[in-house]
T-cell receptor, first 111, second 116 residues
Framework: GQSLEQPSEVTAVEGAIVQINCTYQ??????LSWYQQHDGGAPTFLSY????GLEETGRFSSFLSRSDSYGYLLLQELQMKDSASYFC????????????FGAGTRLFVKA | EAGVTQFPSHSVIEKGQTVTLRCDPI?????LYWYRRVMGKEIKFLLH????????ESGMPNNRFLAERTGGTYSTLKVQPAELEDSGVYFC??????????????FGPGTRLLVL
C-alpha cells in the first residue's frame, strides 16, 4: 500500500530550529515534496527532493534518503508566522504519477 | 497571474441533497487535481485530469461523486446525493507538467463542505 508517516504536532520557540520527519511507503517513487498550509488557507509548495541529500531554500531545508524511504523538513530561525501545518508528499508512479500526501504536522511556534 | 480559484468557499447542505463544486485552474495548466481533507487527516487524492481527460480517478470514493472538465478548462465536482461522511475541505490544484520528477502543484483555497 501507499502511506506516509509524519508527527501530528511539533512545538518550538521563536528563533529555534525544528525538524519534521517523514517516512514513506509507496509502490514507486518520483520525489518528495513539502507543502505549508496556514489555517484556512491553501497548501503552498515549499521544496522538492528528487535525489538524496539536502536542498536549501532560505530558512527552510529539506533532506531525502531514498534508501531509508525518509526525509525531513528543517526550519531555522523560527518565526511566529511559521506556525502552520506542513505536509510531506510523494509522487507515486501508480496511475500517472499521482501525489500522495501525509496527514500533516501541525507546528506551533511560541514566543 | 490569477491563482487557482474555487467556488463556493463554504457549503452547508442536508444529507441527500446535491452540491456542485467548481475549480478554475491557473490558465495554461493542463493538470488539474481534486483532493479532500477531513479534519486532522491526510490530503486525500480524489482524481487527476490532464486537459479534459481523466488520467486517474482511483481516489473517488464511490459513484455519488462525478467530476468533469469540459474543454479542459474549469472543472466541477458534483456530489449526489450527499452523505454525512462527505463533509470536509475539497481542494483543487493545478500544475503545468505531469512527467516524473518535480511538479509544483498550485492549490486553491478549498471549499468547506458540511453535510448535516
Amino acid at each position: 500500500g501507499q502511506s506516509l508517516e509524519q508527527p501530528s504536532e511539533v512545538t518550538a520557540v521563536e528563533g529555534a530550529i525544528v525538524q519534521i520527519n517523514c517516512t514513506y511507503q509507496t509502490s514507486g517513487f518520483y520525489g518528495l515534496s513539502w507543502y505549508q498550509q496556514h489555517d484556512g488557507g491553501a497548501p503552498t509548495f515549499l521544496s522538492y527532493n528528487g535525489l538524496d541529500g539536502l536542498e536549501e531554500t532560505g530558512r527552510f531545508s529539506s533532506f531525502l534518503s531514498r534508501s531509508d524511504s525518509y526525509g525531513y523538513l528543517l526550519l531555522q530561525e523560527l518565526q511566529m508566522k511559521d506556525s502552520a501545518s506542513y505536509f510531506c508528499a510523494v509522487r507515486d508512479e501508480a496511475g500517472g504519477f499521482k501525489t500522495i500526501f501525509g496527514a500533516g504536522t501541525r507546528l506551533f511556534v511560541k514566543a | 497571474e490569477a491563482g487557482v480559484t474555487q467556488f463556493p468557499s463554504h457549503s452547508v447542505i442536508e444529507k441527500g441533497q446535491t452540491v456542485t463544486l467548481r475549480c478554475d485552474p491557473i490558465s495554461g495548466h493542463d493538470n488539474l487535481y481534486w483532493y479532500r481533507r477531513v479534519m486532522g487527516k491526510e490530503i486525500k487524492f480524489l482524481l487527476h485530469f490532464v486537459k479534459e481527460s481523466k488520467q486517474d480517478e482511483s481516489g473517488m470514493p464511490n459513484n455519488r461523486f462525478l467530476a468533469e472538465r469540459t474543454g479542459g478548462t474549469y472543472s466541477t465536482l458534483k456530489v449526489q446525493p450527499a452523505e454525512l461522511e462527505d463533509s470536509g475541505v475539497y481542494f483543487c490544484a493545478s500544475s503545468q507538467e505531469s512527467l516524473a520528477g518535480r511538479e509544483t502543484q498550485y492549490f486553491g483555497p478549498g471549499t468547506r463542505l458540511l453535510v448535516l
